[in-house]
């Protein structure tokens, strides 16, 4: 059947609705969206047809007279997305169906790899090849990929200061692949993920925030990424929190990262146990280079006084920029994606020391945190994400 352009606008609309909020009724889906219950009836009626979403029964959650209402979700299985995440550490792939349901993974560290094989945008090419070609059998209608930083569309690049992606170009893959390909910043992926996929789907306004090498924040408001041209929003990372602290790669004294961040928590760790002939570092690994957050942690937990320090002091700076966001933004959830909350004694840690602060934030309704459980496949998956919401 034939749809004017604004019947395909709301659509759109219907779709990214029920995805973010469903289970949902066809009135509530009109009250919401201010259409009206013929055109929603109409347009719903036709993605039924479809097979992309279907009736799931009466909502029995309300006790009202009369007829009940009617919910619709997103069915599974109605087409599939591969999602990849480019990082200095590792490649990560996987296939979802629309619903973020993983069919197939693989992630391909880069310290696997033949020493005489070094990444480039040829040997990625390769890899998404030969994982396209595993996931032929699904007909995957979209790919998306998430970037260590943002995509530069006027030269296929990546802007980081990162040099690790100085040279690395996507002109090879955008002319060589005939399926619709689409680019974001990695976190910001993986928040539209957690919006369309996640289990707190109540359509709210939430953070996200990202701690790895570097620091990245994510503001969903309204159901869209908030300011997401302007690529210098969400640099949590680099906002000052010390002044009087270590001098930053971006040129700043005492930003968050400094404290916080996967790679500076490591170099200070590489110190400590150059410098720092009882630590129990010396004791985990047999060389500094092997030293990772696990290691780290570790050490922490069997009390070593300087690895209890470089922890602490992270988790103390990290708590007062969470609080400072909560009072800056209308946020009903905060997600925490870090491998070093992956550790229920640091989750414990974190809270009590947002909770110690936390004095004016009464005047607003408490915040739910998730702390998100860490996995390589993560940004795979928002990639996932961002390739069902564009294709929407």
Known sequence: MYLSKKQRI?????????????????????????????TISEITS?????????????????????????????????????????????????????????TKKHTLFHNSWNTQKTFTD???????????????????????????????????????????????????VKESIDLPIYFKNNVKCMAIAERLFGDNKQDQNFL??????????????????????????????????NPNGALCECG????????????????????????APDTFLRQLVSDKQQLTIDTLIKAYKLGDEGSLHIIDQGILYFSIAINNLLMLMD??????????????????SLNRSIDANTTLLDLQNPTERVFKLYDPINGALGACGLAVYKSL
Request: aromatic share 10%; hydrophobic share 35%.
């Open 122 to 172: 040829d040997l990625f090419l390769e890899e998404l090849n030969q994982f396209m070609t595993q996931c032929a059998d699904y007909h995957p209608v979209a790919i998306g990929i998430a970037v260590p930083g943002h995509y530069d569309s006027s030269n296929h690049s990546i802007k980081t200061n990162n040099p690790f992606w100085k040279n690395f170009s996507f002109k090879k």
């Open 208 to 241: 996200f925030l990202h701690v790895r090498r570097g620091m990245f924040s994510t503001y969903i408001y309204n159901g869209e990424i908030y300011a997401d041209t302007n690529h210098l929003i969400g640099e949590i990372g680099h906002t000052v929190i």
């Open 10 to 38: 709301q659509k759109t609309r219907i779709l990214d609705k029920i995805y973010a909020t469903g289970p949902i009724s066809r009135i509530d889906l009109s009250k919401k969206l201010n259409i009206t219950p013929a």
């Open 46 to 102: 036709l993605l039924i047809l479809d097979k992309h979403i279907h009736e799931i029964g009466e909502d029995e959650t309300t006790n009202k007279p009369g007829r009940k209402k009617i919910l619709l979700n997103i069915s599974p299985g109605h087409s599939f997305f591969i999602g990849v995440e480019l990082s200095d550490k590792f490649l990560a792939f996987c296939l979802s169906d629309n619903l973020g349901e993983i």
């Open 252 to 275: 700043k004294r005492g930003c968050l990262q400094t404290y916080t961040s996967e790679s500076w928590m490591i170099n200070k760790a590489k110190l400590l146990y150059e410098n």
């Open 331 to 348: 946020s009903d959830l905060v997600y925490i994606h870090s491998e070093l909350f992956s550790d229920p004694e640091l989750v414990a």
